[in-house]
Each structure stands twice: as C-alpha cells, then as structure tokens.
C-alpha cells in the first residue's frame, strides 16, 4: 500500500512538474492582453510576403534565408517570386546597400532578425511602430509610440482615415509582428514539442527505475 501511495505521489509530482514547465512556456509565448494575435502559420506567412515585399526594401532579416520560409507552407513558385533570381540559401537583405540607406535616412535601418524579443516591447513593438503614425498639425508624418523615427509610414496608416481601412492595415501589422517573433526563433516550435516527449520519457523512465529499485531491494531483503 505504501509502494503505491509513493509511486502515485512521485507521478504527481512528476507531472506538476511538467506541466508547470509547460505553462511557463506558453506564458512567454503569449501576447499581450492588449494585443490580440493570430499565431497561425498562416497568418506568419501573410507577415512573411509584407516583410519581403516592403520591410527588407530598407532592413535586413540577415539569420533567415528563403529557405527558412518553406517551414511557413511557401511553394517553390512563391519562393521564386520573393527571391527575385537570388539563391535560396541568400539570407533576407536589404534591396539598398549600406550607402544608399545611410545616405537617405542618416543611419542604417536596424537588422530585423531579433527585433520582435530584443525590445522591451517584446512582439509588441513592431506593431505599435507600425501603426503609430500620424498627422501632424504641421502636415508632417509622425509616430506616437516612437516619436522623431525615421521610418516612413510604409503602410500608409498616417492616411487611412477610415475605420475599415485602419482595421485592415492593422491586421497586416500583427501579421508582420507574428512573422518578426517566428524569425526571430523559427525552430521554437519544434523545441516545444520536442520538450513535451522529453518530460514524457522523463516521467515514464523515473517510474520505470523505481520499480526496479523496489523489486532490486526486495530480493536483498
């Protein structure tokens, strides 16, 4: 009776444990309260074809190649149309070089591979900065969240004055938020189930070694 009530409180213990584990990785994964985001593959891709056709024409996402993007459900015939004739090996760079960049903005725009977790605002911070601009009285485009940025408005949100039209292009931005956070860890996914099989053999060869003990020191008793 006593062997049971051990090997049912070792499991418990055992299991609180992994599922403690797992909650904390689905706390670090989850968005903001105020920030509700579809973390769909697919909605990463929408994200990814913005990214490609707007972001990298002034930043680089340098730790992904076109390749990475296949994990995000892209043919081979999308893939060639992002890439443009390059490599599938090349990694996601800019359209301008260096030069041209700092020429026009005073400043090479920052890589974006770990933007979405390298800011305080974690994934928040490129949807904030996307649709944070305004019109100024002055008739200038400004960003409340970021003021003085030298980032343009690339998705025109300063412009859309309509409720409908603000809408869709808030939804592009939390799709390029969720691609941002996918490519700044793109085998996060893979981890996690890996992890959860890890916790289950964990258990199962905890239980397993301790039957073996018991019967062991029953032979020597």
């Given at each position: 009776?006593?062997?049971?009530?051990?090997?049912?409180?070792?499991?418990?213990?055992?299991?609180?444990?992994?599922?403690?584990?797992a909650a904390v990785v689905a706390g670090e994964?989850?968005?903001?309260?105020?920030?509700?985001?579809?973390?769909?593959?697919?909605?990463?891709?929408?994200?990814?074809?913005?990214?490609?056709?707007?972001?990298?024409?002034?930043?680089?996402?340098?730790?992904?190649?076109?390749?990475?993007?296949?994990?995000?459900?892209?043919?081979?015939?999308?893939?060639?149309?992002?890439?443009?004739?390059?490599?599938?090996?090349?990694?996601?760079?800019?359209?301008?070089?260096?030069?041209?960049?700092?020429?026009?903005?005073?400043?090479?725009?920052?890589?974006?591979?770990?933007?979405?977790?390298?800011?305080?605002?974690?994934?928040?911070?490129?949807?904030?900065?996307?649709?944070?601009?305004?019109?100024?009285?002055?008739?200038?485009?400004?960003?409340?969240?970021?003021?003085?940025?030298?980032?343009?408005?690339?998705?025109?949100?300063?412009?859309?004055?309509?409720?409908?039209?603000?809408?869709?292009?808030?939804?592009?931005?939390?799709?390029?938020?969720?691609?941002?956070?996918?490519?700044?860890?793109?085998?996060?996914?893979?981890?996690?189930?890996?992890?959860?099989?890890?916790?289950?053999?964990?258990?199962?060869?905890?239980?397993?070694?301790?039957?073996?003990?018991?019967?062991?020191?029953?032979?020597?008793?």
């Amino acid at each position: 009776m006593l062997t049971k009530r051990l090997i049912f409180r070792t499991a418990t213990a055992l299991f609180g444990f992994w599922m403690f584990t797992a909650a904390v990785v689905a706390g670090e994964q989850r968005p903001p309260p105020d920030v509700k985001l579809d973390r769909t593959t697919q909605n990463a891709k929408r994200g990814a074809q913005i990214a490609v056709t707007t972001c990298l024409m002034c930043h680089n996402i340098k730790y992904l190649n076109y390749r990475h993007l296949r994990t995000l459900g892209f043919t081979q015939e999308e893939l060639d149309g992002l890439r443009a004739g390059k490599p599938m090996e090349s990694p996601l760079v800019s359209k301008l070089g260096p030069e041209q960049l700092a020429a026009a903005f005073g400043t090479t725009p920052p890589d974006l591979s770990l933007i979405a977790i390298a800011r305080p605002q974690g994934i928040r911070y490129p949807y904030l900065l996307l649709t944070g601009f305004y019109k100024t009285p002055a008739g200038t485009v400004d960003n409340h969240p970021f003021p003085g940025v030298r980032m343009p408005d690339v998705l025109g949100y300063a412009n859309a004055s309509d409720p409908a039209e603000r809408t869709k292009l808030e939804t592009k931005a939390k799709a390029v938020a969720v691609f941002l956070e996918w490519a700044a860890d793109p085998h996060a996914g893979e981890r996690i189930i890996l992890g959860y099989f890890v916790m289950a053999y964990l258990i199962f060869l905890t239980t397993l070694l301790y039957l073996i003990k018991r019967r062991v020191w029953q032979r020597i008793e």
